[in-house]
């Protein structure tokens, strides 16, 4: 009798189920499900409430169809028995942050919050909490608070206090309202067993819990004295470690889903860190890079470094018993979706159809045609913001060199060197830190698509690459943890070694390319220093006045 799992992956736009074979990671069926509201970053649903600039926002009535309409369709697919589905695991962007009521129920589903924005779960790239942010950090520094090098020298705006900072100044009625904050997460997982279970992995990268536990209520009081208590009244500070049992599956999340009741249901994940044992990595000198929209950078290592610019590291984080190091840039595939939405010339599209391609695919092949540096471009990759290493998301894209000579597979092409020139800034962090990288492991769609990309970023790292073996590496992390929480492997070494995937080959550097990446790399770090680290605030002011005219 074989055994199988399922994992969701929860991400920006979708979300993704996948049944597997327990025993070998086999991959038998898969079911996605578009968000019906999708990013909500203009008006809330319905129309009447529009948005201000750098909101990013979703509707927990879409992670619920994620469950009702997958779950039966993978067991119409694969004809599996329910009776052997052993576990269900799921992870989700973070941090997506919701308030809701004591009892689970989201403060936006109920009829006197729904128009207001405030009440609504705030996606990971919801930026409009930055003051918050520069707030939150400029407090800490200022108080010299032991935690603030554990993420990398600032907290992000993505991150959880900063949201919830921002509801209580912005909306101190919608704050009161909310006896509870959470991320998405685990509040899927209150779904599915009807306990209320809090991810450690979630908590200690977006919400300052530290080996040492949160910060105090001193500071939180620091930031607004309204803010005191907020770990006791709308946080908790139990919670559960990766790969733990969450609770059993709920008679009335059977009933939703066609599973079994009683069905293990592990602790929520990051849709980032639940990939990497997905590849078959469980140890350090690797890099694990989810590539998509944005991208994830995720690092094992063997001892506590403060890396300047990380989005935090958390023992036990990735895997049990060492140190899970993660850093990101927030705009990859964004960026190339952008351009080509708005910026590429029929002329592109109509040549595309033609050829029988898609966009992408034709631009990757016109681009391939060039040698690297014969566009004469440099372009910076902020075009939403710097997560790592500048932690800025005030800061914007840049494009340099550009002529009337200049084409779109030029800057598409530039666009793609500028994401490698950004990895490449993090992994150096890292690596002055004494946290080597030997190895660029690349999981998510773009990189699983994009030849040109896959051998531009080992050019510009000077590193191999290679790809993770499941084009759905995140969904099939959650699958491998749920067979640790239903018991059928001792830990997360022994499921990753039987379950995760990764291609055996490697795409290696070209050195004649790698050699003009090295001289246009410095031409990049000199704009990346003077406009992320100078005196120049162009970028600020010139962001400022878009949002001001908005």
């Known amino acids: 009798m074989k055994n199988y799992t399922i994992g969701i992956d929860f991400g920006t736009l979708s979300g993704r189920a996948l049944l597997v074979d ?51 369709e993978l067991l119409r697919a694969s004809g599996v028995d329910p009776s052997l589905i052993k576990g269900v695991g799921i992870d989700f962007t973070a941090c997506t942050f919701m308030p809701a009521r004591r009892d689970g129920t989201p403060l936006c589903m109920l009829p006197r919050w729904a128009d207001q924005p405030h009440a609504w779960p705030k996606l990971w790239k919801h930026h409009a909490s930055q003051p918050q942010a520069d707030q939150v950090n400029a407090v800490a520094r200022e108080r010299g608070e032991p935690w603030l090098p554990l993420y990398g020298g600032k907290i992000s705006s993505e991150w959880s206090v900063p949201k919830m900072l921002q509801v209580l100044q912005e909306a101190p009625e919608v704050y009161a309202a909310a006896e509870r904050f959470m991320e998405a997460g685990d509040w899927v997982v209150w779904q599915l067993t009807g306990r209320e279970v809090r991810s450690a992995c979630f908590a200690g990268y977006k919400c ?72 078959k990595v469980t140890g350090s000198r690797r890099m694990v ?29 990735i895997v049990p018993g060492v140190y899970g190091y993660e850093a990101g840039q927030s705009c990859v595939g964004d960026g190339l979706g952008w351009f080509v939405e708005h910026a590429v010339p029929e002329s592109y599209h109509r040549a595309a159809r033609a050829a029988g391609l898609g966009i992408h695919e034709h631009l990757e092949r016109e681009s391939a045609k060039q040698r690297p540096g014969e566009h004469g471009l440099v372009a910076l990759d902020w ?10 998301t005030d800061l914007s894209g840049m494009l340099l060199g550009v002529t009337l000579a200049t084409r779109a597979p030029d800057i598409y092409r530039a666009l793609i060197e500028a994401t490698a020139f ?33 051998q ?25 943890y749920a067979a640790v929480a239903a018991g059928l492997y001792p ?60």
């Open 289 to 317: 890079a989810i590539m998509g929209t944005s991208t994830c950078h995720m690092l094992i290592g063997d001892r506590l470094e403060a890396v300047e610019g990380m989005c935090g590291v958390v023992h036990g984080g």
């Open 383 to 392: 075009l939403n913001g710097n997560r790592s290493t500048l932690v800025d």
């Open 422 to 454: 950004g990895t490449r800034t993090i992994i150096e962090a890292f690596e002055r830190k004494g946290v080597p990288v030997d190895e660029y492991v690349a999981a998510g769609g773009l990189p699983q698509k994009n030849a040109l990309l896959r």
């Open 491 to 550: 830990d997360i070494h022994a499921a990753a070694e039987r379950m995760g995937h990764i291609r055996p080959e490697a795409i290696l550097p070209i050195p004649a390319n790698q050699a003009i990446y090295d001289r246009l790399y410095d031409d990049y770090r000199r704009l990346y220093d003077y406009f992320g680290r100078g005196e120049n605030d162009a970028m600020k002011r010139l962001k400022a006045m878009r949002s001001h005219a908005a």
């Open 208 to 279: 300052i819990l530290t080996d040492a536990g949160f910060p105090g209520a001193d500071y939180f009081a620091a930031l607004d004295p309204r803010f005191a208590d907020v770990v006791d009244t709308r946080l908790t500070r139990d919670f559960r470690q990766l790969g733990e049992l969450a609770g059993p599956l709920s008679e009335r999340a059977a009933a939703l889903t066609g599973l079994l009741p009683g069905t293990a249901v592990a602790v929520a994940n990051v849709d980032a860190h639940v990939t990497v044992p997905a590849v």
């Open 456 to 480: 531009i970023y080992a050019d510009v790292l000077g590193k191999p690459v290679r790809l993770a073996g499941s084009a759905q590496a995140p969904a099939l992390g959650s699958a491998i």
């Open 22 to 72: 327990a025993s070998d990671g086999r991959e038998v069926a898969t079911a996605v499900h578009d968000y019906a509201d999708g990013v909500i970053d203009r008006h809330l649903p319905g129309g009447r409430t529009l948005l201000p600039p750098n909101w990013a926002l979703q509707n927990p009535a879409d992670y619920l169809e994620v469950l009702r309409v997958t779950i039966p």
